[in-house]
């Protein structure tokens, strides 16, 4: 069984290096490519990238679903692992992984741990214990055999906001989900530039417009209204 990482980036200049050589570091022969998938950063996140040890490229598409369905498009791997690139899985995470398809699953995710102290985000983190609609997003990361990924046809890519939850919810009626027991450290740097509090009501608006049918672009502008955050390549 072999496993392709692949890492959607836009402007990720000083995390990227940092998380490749950590998963590197944390891989066997079972890796069998890492595919940095770019949505055309200003930034030197495609060189460093390249650097540190990863198939760097420039995405045709930008957004993370397309960007996610291009590096799909050109894995080796049997199973597909996406991770966000402020996201570090356990070192074991090879192993876990192949442990559950093992087991029978086909789809899954980690739960969650911040690299801040802060109690209400250890709150936070607590209820990715749980298999909950909001704990479907990509900073769990996701790992999924290439032929369920291709059975769901991938991710929408008219798709800016709410994709991997979209992604999700339709690949587990076609798969068996595992929640892994380990947690990927996430960064708190959303939390970090506001507050916890602007965070939830923002996280809670989109999700309710998203289930009552809102477009694309009214959720995405929401979003980046409420919140004072990396800016995105739309």
Known sequence: MTISIIIPTYNEADNIGKLIRYLIANSNSSLVDLIVSDAGSS???????KQAGANALLSPGKGRSAQMNHGAAIAKGDVLYF????????????????QAIKEGYNIGRYRTKFDSHKTILKINAWFTFFDLFICMGGDQTLFIKKSLFQQCKGFREDMKIMEEFEFCKRARKLGRYKILKGKTLISARKYDTNSWLHVQLANFKIVRRYKKGASQQEMLDTYTKM???????F
């Open 43 to 49: 930034d030197n996140t495609i060189g460093i990238a």
């Open 83 to 98: 991770i966000h690139a402020d996201c570090f899985p356990p070192a074991d995470f090879i192993a876990n992984i192949q």
């Open 227 to 233: 919140l004072s955050y990396r800016e995105n390549p």
